[in-house]
């Protein structure tokens, strides 16, 4: 049994280059000097220290000198306190009992804390069905195909928030938002789980705009009542709008390609611009990896104008939003 002290001097040694070789090592079984289940537990946090997080290494909590509780881990970052509870099965995906485990630890912990939940192997459909009810808990869950893309990137902290929601606090007025709960990008069920758990512990109206994933419009509209049916179950009298940016929220930068032009420092390529049609997300950063100008999504929105950011407010789903604020406001106005 190697000592929990080990482990952090093993794992504070590696840079990202390392990580992403010990991910592989994990994925292929072959871990020496790790017992079962370390490597892709200590990965984790040392990926959330290498991007600017605070972290707290696994740890247990003692209750009258007895063990009441494995934490695998604890992270602060971008305005978040996050739990973590990490699980490397061999062959099998993860079911509810961690879960129930992990909801059953933030219900001792301060309002707001989130739950993050990582998987190698992926969950179960039950698993996922029934993190929608982890009330009031917010409860993410990550696959390994997640966490690969994190190590790849360089990055995991921002995103728990995602380029998607400072696209939206950039370009809808500050004003609007003021007062409301915002869930924004992000895997569906990741968006129920916040959206219900905010509705539920501050009864404030919510705004929900998810990536369709698709341009078949039956496809859509069926995403977005299966995310509109689990809230009205929690929802009661509290105002919620579930918006879908179709396919994905960057389609609207390929509204105006002068705009883009202008932000990428050429012309967009027609492939790629056909490209946009169904995958903009891809689209985008394949421009991105071709500027000279942007080096990554966020510097996009850091150099926008006002008068760009005026082209892109006129977009569908930024005018859907817009409307669905606006109500509220005026809802809110009538009752002073």
């Known amino acids: 049994m190697v000592a929990e002290k080990d482990y952090q001097r093993m794992i504070q040694s590696l840079q990202w280059d390392e990580l992403r070789t010990l991910w592989n090592n994990i994925e292929n079984r072959s871990t020496p000097g790790w017992d079962a289940g370390k490597a892709f537990e200590y990965l984790i946090i040392r990926a959330f220290q290498l991007d600017g997080a605070e972290v707290k290494w696994p740890y247990s909590v003692t209750l009258f ?29 993860v079911d509810i009992t961690p879960i129930a485990k992990l909801r059953n630890q933030l219900s001792r912990r301060p309002a707001g804390t989130v739950g993050l939940i990582f998987s190698r192997t992926g969950f179960t459909n039950a698993a996922v069905s029934l993190s929608y009810f982890s009330l009031p808990q917010a409860i993410l869950m990550w696959n390994g195909a997640e966490l690969k893309y994190a190590l790849e990137q360089e990055k995991i902290c921002e995103l728990l928030t995602l380029f998607d929601a400072q696209l939206l606090k950039t370009v809808l007025p ?31 109206p919510v705004l929900i705009v998810f990536d369709a994933d698709s341009v078949v419009p039956e496809l859509v509209e069926l995403r977005r009542n299966d995310i509109e049916e689990i809230l009205e179950f929690v929802a009661g009298k509290t105002p919620f709008k ?81 409307h669905f604020l606006d109500s509220v406001r005026e809802t809110v106005a009538a009752t002073l």
């Open 174 to 204: 500050e004003n609007l938002l003021t007062d409301v709960g915002v869930v924004v990008g992000g895997k569906v069920y990741n968006i129920k789980s916040l959206a219900m758990s905010l509705i539920v512990r501050r009864r404030v």
């Open 65 to 93: 000198d007895e063990v009441v509780e494995q934490i695998d881990g604890a992270v602060h970052c971008l305005g978040l306190s996050c739990l973590i509870e990490s699980k490397d099965f061999a062959d099998k995906t």
């Open 242 to 322: 579930v918006v879908s940016a179709v396919p994905e929220i960057e389609i609207i930068f390929f509204q105006d390609v002068s705009l883009l032009s202008r932000l990428i420092g050429y012309i967009p390529p027609q492939d790629v611009l056909d490209l946009a049609v169904c995958q903009p997300r891809k689209a985008l950063e394949e421009l991105i990896a071709r500027s000279e100008n942007i080096h990554d999504r966020s510097q996009i929105i850091d150099h926008l104008t006002n008068e760009d950011i005026e082209i892109l407010r006129s977009s569908s789903v930024m005018q859907e939003i817009v």
